[in-house]
């Protein structure tokens, strides 16, 4: 029973892996559009979108190798044990180096929200001017 209360407690402390290789494929492609409409405007703008791409890669890097490697053979038993009890533990308990990476993911979001922004006012501004 105590066990039960303190894992109530904690749930949602922790971060969902799944979620966070969701929304890393989820937000390259919408940089990636934004990134070269920018580039087509020569005013560096898109440059803040690839630094804090750079940086996501570097922090979830353990993340997408795991997922590779697990794509590149069949897990044993034991193997997939305790990579379920794994994504059991991140969820309920912050486990320092993936919340590096939903931090580095959320900074690429707001990058990429950041430009969006800058787009759509010169894009405000152009049509102003017409």
């Not at 109530?8 to 990636?32: F, I, K």
């Not at 997922?67 to 305790?82: D, I």
Request: one cysteine or more; charged letters at 25%; a negative charge.
């Amino acid at each position: 029973m105590a066990l039960l209360l303190v894992c109530g407690l904690l749930s949602g402390c922790g971060t969902n892996v799944r979620w966070l290789l969701t929304e890393q494929g989820e937000l390259t492609p919408e940089a990636d559009r934004l990134a070269t409409a920018a580039e087509g405007l020569g005013k560096g703008m898109e440059q803040p979108v690839y630094d804090a791409e750079d940086r996501q890669l570097a922090a979830c890097r353990f993340l997408t190798d795991a997922v590779a490697e697990g794509m590149a053979q069949k897990p044993s038993a034991g193997q997939q044990f305790v990579s379920n009890l794994s994504a059991v533990v991140v969820l309920l308990v912050p486990v320092e180096p993936v919340e590096s990476c939903s931090d580095a993911i959320d900074a690429y979001r707001e990058s990429i929200v950041q430009l969006d922004h800058e787009l759509t006012r010169l894009d405000a501004r152009a049509g102003t001017r017409r």
